[in-house]
């Protein structure tokens, strides 16, 4: 890489997200640094290929490294010119969270503090970083607004995503260090994760297995496709977080704050339910599944519904793909892949 005045880096860069994020930034002539540190949580083929089809782009480096390794992440913020920073690295999942906590604190809780410690000492422009529409937890007011409260995790997992949220909101306030956090909603796509209920359900009717439906189908998503998402990330990465001129402690607002921090919602404001998803991807596999039906399992909830209105209006987010036109994408990803 020639040594660029200015660099993104992009964390979790091996990851689903991470990988999309990074291929758009360097399609548009960013120079980016891409980290992971390339964990087996899940099939390390899948991330393998992804870094693979990045690897050859000019204006981008792979540094294999893990956010908990709190020397290397110091001595990488020292070594590049890091301007802006797209964190997407965390141990991802509701259900690993309740056999293996600690993987939780170790990459969301220490890893993303090596991140904002990394960003307050290079002077970075803008942090955007991933919390997750899980931090909702028992709130069942629909659509989710960034403007609620959110106290009361059903999951670990949730839990270091709001912890990600305070941590951020505090290094902006006592560092001026713009943060600004995005509360994905169920991303599906090409390049997608093994351990996500599409590309569970597509491989096991492709296979002739029967799928398991939680909450006997009920649960309600608000799937969201891949590219809007990047679309999204990417907008908000362009709008520096700034601080809310009318926010005032007597009346705290969750969702802004006298100092440059800013939460969205990044979803499809579409929730759909289950069966009628699964029902789409019968339709353009032309397979019926074989449907076991099981109640709701510990740490998940049955719907998701974003509102996001602050996101649209501040930066024009404005997602575009039908679940039929998203689908039909993935499992013609999924065959390609796969030589199915």
Same mark, same amino acid.
């Given at each position: 890489?020639?040594?660029?005045? !200015?660099?993104?880096?992009?964390?979790?860069?091996?990851?689903?997200?991470?990988?999309?994020?990074?291929?758009?930034?360097?399609?548009?002539?960013?120079?980016?640094?891409?980290?992971?540190?390339?964990?087996?949580?899940?099939?390390?083929?899948?991330? #393998?290929?992804?870094?693979?089809?990045?690897?050859?782009?000019?204006?981008?480096?792979?540094? &294999?490294?893990?956010?908990?390794? &709190?020397?290397?992440?110091?001595?990488?913020?020292?070594?590049?010119?890091?301007? &802006?920073?797209?964190?997407?690295?965390?141990?991802?999942?509701?259900?690993? !969270?309740?056999?293996?906590?600690?993987?939780?604190?170790?990459?969301?809780?220490?890893?993303?503090?090596?991140?904002?410690?990394?960003?307050?000492?290079?002077?970075?422009?803008?942090?955007?970083?991933?919390?997750?529409? !899980?931090?909702?937890?028992?709130?069942?007011?629909?659509?989710?607004?960034?403007?609620?409260?959110?106290?009361?995790?059903?999951?670990?997992?949730?839990?270091?995503?709001?912890?990600?949220?305070?941590?951020?909101?505090?290094?902006?306030?006592?560092?001026?260090?713009?943060?600004?956090?995005?509360?994905?909603?169920?991303?599906?796509?090409?390049?997608?994760?093994?351990?996500?209920?599409?590309?569970?359900?597509?491989?096991?009717?492709? =296979?002739?297995?029967?799928?398991?439906?939680?909450?006997?189908?009920?649960?309600?998503?608000?799937?969201?496709?891949?590219?809007?998402?990047? #679309?999204?990330?990417?907008?908000?990465?362009?709008?520096?977080?700034?601080?809310?001129?009318?926010?005032?402690?007597?009346?705290?607002?969750?969702?802004?704050?006298?100092?440059?921090?800013?939460?969205?919602?990044?979803?499809?404001?579409?929730?759909?339910?289950?069966?009628?998803?699964?029902?789409?991807?019968?339709?353009?596999?032309?397979?019926?599944?074989?449907?076991?039906?099981?109640?709701?399992?510990?740490?998940?909830?049955?719907?998701?519904?974003?509102?996001?209105?602050?996101?649209?209006?501040?930066?024009?987010?404005?997602?575009?793909?039908?679940? =039929?036109?998203?689908?039909?994408?993935?499992?013609?990803?999924? &065959? =390609?892949?796969?030589?199915?």
């Amino acid at each position: 890489m020639t040594g660029p005045t !200015s660099l993104t880096l992009v964390t979790g860069v091996a990851g689903f997200i991470g990988f999309h994020v990074a291929k758009r930034l360097i399609d548009r002539g960013d120079h980016v640094i891409g980290l992971d540190n390339v964990n087996d949580y899940y099939d390390v083929r899948l991330k #393998e290929a992804r870094l693979a089809r990045l690897a050859p782009l000019n204006g981008y480096q792979l540094v &294999r490294l893990d956010l908990a390794n &709190r020397q290397g992440m110091k001595e990488l913020f020292s070594e590049y010119p890091i301007k &802006r920073v797209v964190h997407l690295a965390a141990q991802a999942g509701v259900r690993y !969270s309740l056999v293996n906590p600690h993987a939780y604190t170790d990459s969301n809780i220490e890893g993303f503090l090596n991140v904002l410690e990394g960003c307050r000492h290079s002077q970075v422009e803008h942090l955007v970083y991933a919390s997750s529409s !899980s931090v909702y937890g028992g709130n069942t007011q629909m659509p989710f607004s960034i403007h609620d409260n959110v106290d009361h995790p059903v999951s670990l997992y949730a839990a270091t995503k709001k912890a990600n949220e305070l941590m951020a909101h505090c290094y902006a306030h006592l560092y001026r260090l713009p943060c600004t956090g995005l509360r994905f909603f169920t991303v599906y796509g090409p390049w997608g994760r093994p351990d996500m209920a599409l590309f569970i359900f597509t491989k096991a009717i492709l =296979e002739g297995k029967p799928i398991e439906v939680f909450n006997d189908g009920k649960m309600r998503r608000d799937f969201t496709y891949i590219d809007d998402i990047v #679309e999204g990330i990417i907008r908000t990465l362009d709008h520096t977080a700034q601080p809310n001129p009318d926010w005032c402690g007597d009346r705290p607002d969750p969702g802004t704050s006298s100092a440059p921090a800013r939460i969205y919602n990044i979803g499809n404001h579409q929730p759909v339910e289950l069966l009628r998803f699964i029902e789409v991807l019968e339709q353009t596999i032309g397979k019926k599944a074989e449907k076991k039906f099981l109640p709701l399992q510990a740490g998940d909830v049955p719907a998701t519904y974003a509102d996001i209105d602050d996101l649209s209006r501040d930066v024009g987010f404005a997602p575009a793909t039908p679940i =039929e036109v998203g689908i039909a994408r993935f499992v013609e990803w999924y &065959r =390609e892949f796969y030589k199915i």
